[in-house]
């Protein structure tokens, strides 16, 4: 796309601060290694309070208490049962289990009538993510998956241009990327803890991308494909291939509606040149180009 059609849909923006008549009152669920970034971004927030935490490792929570130097009355729960049993006025919780964990601590929270920062991926299993969706139905509140790339800049522009009509009707989609050489340990490689690997740890990002970009069409047929070739390798992967049982590579391609093709694929290892986000129509195409390591929002825009 030219500079000259991209410029029509630049705009400056303004970030807004709005005062909350009280803190709102959070927990966290599970506080390992993602939750860091919960901890983090909480810490600056003023109208937010983290007051109770709960992991199967309590020595977890206790650690990240006086990493970020949090109040001495922060509860500390050993399950997310626990937690919900005994704080009654909760506003939001942020679950950072790891992933085969996210669907029952999100149905439990929001049966609890508290909404939920859910980690990606959403689910590992279809029948888990439908349990969601009831739950959240039934009980009125919300459950937000955390794709923040969908606020990146790039990403933002990218909807706005589709929705804006200028690219004209898109028939084709591809996505993914991934990295050269990284493929994470802890409980991102045993099936049963992660259930997926990296289509769902980094795959989940592309894929919200652009299908957030373009509404979200139902898929119609999806053919799929994964493998675990560097995971099992000793030679690649060390002392973790004998415990890997996830994949390290998937690729799919997906026929939705609105006659739209999706082309996707994602790795922790794949050492050819990463392809580009690119969303295709009969007047001309859209690109977004990945930094090397992937997992990230797109770095520009053509």
């Known amino acids: 796309m030219s500079d000259a059609v991209l410029s029509q849909f630049k705009q400056k923006e303004e970030k807004k601060e709005e005062k909350a008549g009280r803190k709102l009152r959070i927990g966290i669920i599970g506080t390992g290694g993602i939750s860091w970034v919960h901890f983090y971004q909480y810490a600056k927030m003023n109208d937010v309070e983290i007051v109770a935490l709960a992991d199967l490792e309590p020595w977890k929570a206790y650690e990240r208490i006086e990493q970020f130097n949090l109040s001495p009355d922060v509860r500390v729960y050993s399950s997310d049962k626990e937690l919900f049993d005994n704080e009654k006025d909760l506003d939001g919780v942020s679950i950072c289990t790891y992933h085969r964990q996210h669907a029952g601590p999100t149905i439990n929270a929001l049966e609890h009538g508290v909404n939920v920062l859910l980690e990606k991926p959403f689910t590992v299993t279809l029948d888990e993510a439908v349990e969601v969706m009831r739950a959240e139905k039934r009980t009125g509140k919300f459950v937000s998956v955390g794709f923040q790339p969908r606020f990146d800049a790039n990403m933002k522009m990218i909807k706005k241009i589709v929705e804006s009509g200028a690219l004209g009707e898109i028939y084709y989609i591809q996505t ?73 590579f998937a690729a799919a391609f997906v026929r939705l509606e609105g006659g ?26 859209l690109s977004a180009f990945r930094r090397p390591t992937a997992g990230t929002a797109p770095s520009a825009v053509r």
């Open 176 to 248: 993914g990327g991934g990295r050269r050489r990284g493929i994470p340990g802890g409980t991102f490689i045993e099936d049963s803890t992660a259930g997926i690997g990296a289509v769902g740890d980094i795959g989940s990002y592309s894929l919200d991308m652009v299908l957030n970009a373009v509404g979200y069409p139902k898929p119609l047929t999806i053919t799929g494909y994964t493998s675990d070739f560097f995971g099992k390798d000793p030679k690649y992967n060390g002392e973790d291939a004998k415990r890997f049982s996830v994949d390290d």
């Open 260 to 285: 739209i093709i999706l082309d996707f694929r994602i790795s922790w290892a794949m050492h050819p040149t990463l392809p580009a986000t690119r969303l295709s129509s009969a007047r001309r195409a």
